[in-house]
């Protein structure tokens, strides 16, 4: 039987010498590091893209705000905006994005429509 002031713990190992860090949860990175990503890898932008890009630059987090926007709205400005951009990192950061709005404004993905097959 195990007292509560066991040094050795429930399971019988000594916890308190356990000097390990704690797994974190891995942070999202900063809104102006994205921005700058995009920057660099979309080479010649869609121009309803390039204000929200250049706002990106000046976010730290969807709690921060350029001018009178919040970043929720430039996030999925950019993110409407931004569909003519193609390739590996251009899926990889909107996923990025996307995954940092609430819930609310998610995209979801599309489903392909399945006709009715049962017989008539």
């Given at each position: 039987?195990?007292?509560?002031?066991?040094?050795?713990?429930?399971?019988?190992?000594?916890?308190?010498?356990?000097?390990r860090p704690l797994p974190r949860k891995s942070?999202?990175?900063?809104?102006?590091q994205i921005g700058r990503e995009i920057a660099?890898?979309?080479?010649?932008?869609?121009?309803?893209?390039?204000?929200?890009?250049?706002?990106?630059?000046?976010?730290?987090?969807?709690?921060?705000?350029?001018?009178?926007?919040?970043?929720?709205?430039?996030?999925?400005?950019?993110?409407?905006?931004?569909?003519?951009?193609?390739?590996?990192?251009?899926?990889?950061?909107?996923?990025?994005?996307?995954?940092?709005?609430?819930?609310?404004?998610?995209?979801?993905?599309?489903?392909?429509?399945?006709?009715?097959?049962?017989?008539?």
């Amino acid at each position: 039987m195990t007292l509560r002031n066991d040094p050795q713990g429930p399971m019988g190992t000594d916890d308190s010498k356990d000097t390990r860090p704690l797994p974190r949860k891995s942070q999202p990175r900063q809104l102006h590091q994205i921005g700058r990503e995009i920057a660099r890898t979309w080479k010649n932008p869609y121009f309803g893209a390039v204000p929200y890009i250049e706002a990106l630059l000046y976010l730290t987090d969807m709690d921060s705000r350029y001018g009178d926007q919040p970043a929720e709205d430039i996030v999925m400005y950019f993110l409407s905006n931004s569909a003519t951009w193609r390739g590996d990192d251009a899926r990889r950061i909107r996923a990025e994005l996307n995954a940092m709005l609430p819930e609310r404004y998610q995209r979801k993905p599309r489903t392909r429509r399945v006709e009715n097959t049962r017989p008539l």
